[in-house]
Nanobody, 123 residues
Framework: QVQLVESGGGLVQPGGSLRLSCAAS????????IGWFRQAPGKEREGVSC????????HYADSVKSRFTISRDNAKNTVYLQMSTLTPEDTAVYYC????????????????WGQGTQVTVSS
């Protein structure tokens, strides 16, 4: 079972950028697809982006397409989410999650989750 730890959240002004990291421990990181989800106060958790285990497939929610970029470094057991042109609507707790091999848009399809990192976009 892989364990996940997010980092990189914080307070940023509208229009700014942040890079989130999802560091994994445990065996077989390269077998896992990693998804990023977010949950704002009073709202349901939503999928943001996902990267598959090995074929380079990536997916983005429409709300973040062209602003966020997901990438992975299997040598470092880490997935990154580069976020730019941030708006207050991006404010949420961001979670990374793992599932075997392929991405899924459904949070229920993931069997390992990090503890989350807060992103606040405010002037």
């Amino acid at each position: 079972q892989v364990q996940l730890v997010e980092s990189g959240g914080g307070l940023v002004q509208p229009g700014g950028s942040l890079r989130l990291s999802c560091a994994a421990s445990g065996l077989g990181f390269h077998y896992y697809a990693i998804g990023w989800f977010r949950q704002a106060p009073g709202k349901e958790r939503e999928g943001v982006s996902c990267i598959s285990s090995s074929d380079g497939y990536t997916h983005y929610a429409d709300s973040v397409k062209s602003r966020f970029t997901i990438s992975r470094d299997n040598a470092k057991n880490t997935v990154y989410l580069q976020m730019s042109t941030l708006t207050p609507e991006d404010t949420a707790v961001y979670y990374c999650a793992a599932r075997f091999k392929y991405c899924s848009a459904l949070s229920a399809g993931y069997n390992a989750w990090g503890q989350g990192t807060q992103v606040t976009v405010s002037s």
